[in-house]
Nanobody, 123 residues
Framework: QVQLVESGGGSVQAGGSLTLSCVSS????????QGWFRQASGKARETVAH????????YIADSVEGRFAISRDAAKKTMYLQMNNVRPEDTGTYYC????????????????WGRGTQVTVSS
């Protein structure tokens, strides 16, 4: 059974930093594509970043380019989202998701989802 567990969310002031973690189990980590997604209250969920673990190729949304970074630690089966210089508009629930194979921007291509971790950025 595949499980994804996010952690690292919390409250932070604008300009601060947070690191989110997504630990996976029951999944061939090195063959997976994984991504970070977020949903603000009353808004549609959006793709923030994604990564194909087999190649290490990463993709970052324009809205967070230069501020966020996605990375992995295969030994720990963990994916990270380093969030720097956060803004109030970064507030939302952050989810990680995974699939076997390449990663994509499209959310519907992901088969496994975590329950999310809340990030709140105050001005």
């Amino acid at each position: 059974q595949v499980q994804l567990v996010e952690s690292g969310g919390g409250s932070v002031q604008a300009g601060g930093s947070l690191t989110l973690s997504c630990v996976s189990s029951g999944l061939d980590f090195n063959r997976s594509g994984q991504g970070w997604f977020r949903q603000a209250s009353g808004k549609a969920r959006e793709t923030v970043a994604h990564m194909y673990m087999a190649t290490g190729n990463t993709y970052i949304a324009d809205s967070v380019e230069g501020r966020f970074a996605i990375s992995r630690d295969a030994a720990k089966k963990t994916m990270y989202l380093q969030m720097n210089n956060v803004r109030p508009e970064d507030t939302g629930t952050y989810y990680c998701a995974a699939r076997i194979g390449a990663s994509f921007w499209r959310q519907d291509l992901y088969d496994f989802w975590g329950r999310g971790t809340q990030v709140t950025v105050s001005s």
